[in-house]
């Protein structure tokens, strides 16, 4: 792990707390966490998870797994690797291992407590859209992408609310494209944003191999080398 920046407490007890009133409000649903009735929660998934399934990485780390519903929609792609969820609230993981009793999950702050085993894809959904209110969003997302990066074999994919909005909610982080990619310069040269999925969200891939493709995107020029 790289010893960079742990949530400071009061931020983490406003989390819990807020997540847990939520659990007691709407229960197994994806307002408990912090996405709206209609959330297009499988869509979300879908984009998460494309280069799993379509590399067969045999294994994923989901970080913030809160229900592990992702596991759920794996397993409703005949995806057959190791998974493992990780999050903060017990109360959430709880739920989780109700819905899902085969399933592997476990209460962990990768910033504070090390995981002693490396994943072919880390993902992490939702857990940048909190606004903090005793540090720095930004740095706290750099800490948590390098620790992400750190455990990934193959890479990692997460996702943000735009910026590029008309609204947004007192309590939401929302991160601006173009500052998450400064971010994604600092720790990998190969990354993806997608912003083809949703108006008002992005996600970001970060590779950890860093070769150049042999794929021409100049189709059609002829370059040449000196």
């Keep these: 792990m790289i010893p960079f920046l742990i949530m400071n407490q009061h931020d983490k007890e406003i989390y819990l707390k807020r997540y847990n009133e939520r659990l007691e409000l709407y229960g197994d649903s994806p307002e408990t966490l912090g996405w709206g009735k209609n959330a297009r929660q499988e869509l979300r998934f879908q984009v998460l998870s494309d280069l799993a399934t379509q590399n067969k990485f045999s294994s994923i780390l989901d970080v913030g797994c809160g229900f592990a519903d992702l596991y759920g929609f794996l397993k409703n792609k005949n995806w057959q690797g190791q998974y493992l969820g990780i999050d903060i609230n017990k109360n959430l993981l709880n739920i989780a291992l ?25 993902i992490a959904s939702g857990i940048f859209n909190a606004k903090l209110e005793k540090e720095n969003n930004y740095t706290y997302i750099e800490a948590m992408l390098r620790t992400m990066y750190s455990i990934a074999k193959e890479a990692v994919c997460v996702d943000f609310l735009s910026t590029y909005v ?61």
């Design 98 to 122: 109700q819905k899902y009793p085969q399933v592997s999950v476990k209460q962990q702050d990768i910033l504070q407590e090390e995981l002693n085993q490396s994943y072919d894809y880390v």
């Design 166 to 226: 008309d609204y947004m909610q007192e309590i939401a982080w929302h991160s601006n494209p173009e500052e998450i990619i400064k971010i994604a310069h600092t720790i990998s040269k190969r990354f993806n944003v997608r912003y083809d999925y949703m108006p008002y969200e992005f996600s970001l891939i970060l590779y950890k191999n860093q070769t150049i493709s042999n794929i021409n995107t100049f189709e059609g020029f002829n370059l040449k080398h000196s």
